[in-house]
């Protein structure tokens, strides 16, 4: 593992308006690049918030959040949308995939933004059949439309579309919450042997601390965020 921290934040600050009651200050965190990082913390912590700050869809009110020695401040909206599809592969929690778009349209839809990441998958169709398969996803399933999948389907086709065109950032926020703990486990297996095959870094949110022992580090939201409370 090389020691260059592949998301670093710095004094950061971040309100959502000025009229919310809810504030986060972030003194300091590093992941490094190849890290397995598990984020831990009690819902309404501020998780999301974070893992927003650090994919650039919203800003720091101060402070500096880098993402590949780029720190995202210094990028407009427009490069700073193209730079999240290139770096980052994100799982969210509800999926947020297209429900009347095909399985193959959901997977392909990063790269369409992304033409580096796009250019490291050539036969990105072929690539996405492969994946689905590899997550056993029934054969034919990139035809069928999104919303006529089970959540558990829908959930290995959001890992595929988050992997497709090996991003160095992997972000999950909160995979597993809709899952049993079968489920939950298979899934995880399958996502750690995606990240392991990629080397890209891994980083998920969540609340359940028996997650932990398979992640390289477990970081704690109280350890890391200061939540500011200020009455709306
Ligand atoms: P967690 O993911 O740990 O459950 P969140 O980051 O989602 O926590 O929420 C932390 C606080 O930020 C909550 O008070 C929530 O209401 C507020 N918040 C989250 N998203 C938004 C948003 N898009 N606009 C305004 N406030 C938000
Ligand atoms: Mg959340």
């Given at each position: 593992m090389s020691q260059c921290p592949v998301i670093e934040l710095r004094d950061v600050r971040f309100r959502w308006?000025?009229?919310?009651s809810f504030a986060i200050s972030v003194p300091e965190l590093q992941i490094e690049q190849g890290e397995t990082v598990l984020l831990l913390g009690e819902s309404g912590s501020g998780k999301s918030t974070l893992l927003s700050l650090m994919c650039g869809t919203v800003l720091a009110d101060s402070g500096e959040v880098n993402v590949g020695g780029t720190?995202?401040?210094?990028?407009s909206g427009w490069a700073r949308d193209r730079f999240r599809a290139e770096q980052i592969g994100i799982i969210f929690q509800q999926f947020?995939?297209?429900?009347?778009?095909?399985v193959l349209d959901n997977i392909l839809l990063p790269l369409k933004f992304a033409p580096k990441r796009r250019a490291r998958c050539p036969d990105a169709a072929a690539k996405a059949i492969e994946m689905c398969k590899l997550l056993?996803?029934?054969?034919?399933?990139?035809?069928?439309?999104?919303?006529?999948?089970?959540v558990g389907q829908q959930q290995r086709v959001a890992v595929v579309r988050a992997l497709i065109g090996e991003p160095p950032i992997l972000i999950a926020d909160e995979?597993?919450?809709?899952?049993?703990e079968t489920s939950q486990e298979n899934f995880l297996d399958l996502l750690f042997a995606q990240v392991a095959a990629q080397k890209s870094t891994l980083l998920m949110v969540s609340?359940?601390?028996?997650?932990?022992?398979?992640?390289d580090r477990v970081v704690y939201m109280k350890d890391v965020v200061s939540v500011e409370g200020r009455q709306a």
């Open positions: 308006s000025s009229r919310s720190n995202l401040n210094s990028l947020n995939l297209l429900p009347f778009g095909t056993g996803l029934p054969e034919g399933v990139e035809k069928s439309k999104a919303a006529n999948l089970s995979p597993t919450s809709s899952l049993d609340h359940d601390p028996r997650l932990a022992s398979r992640f």
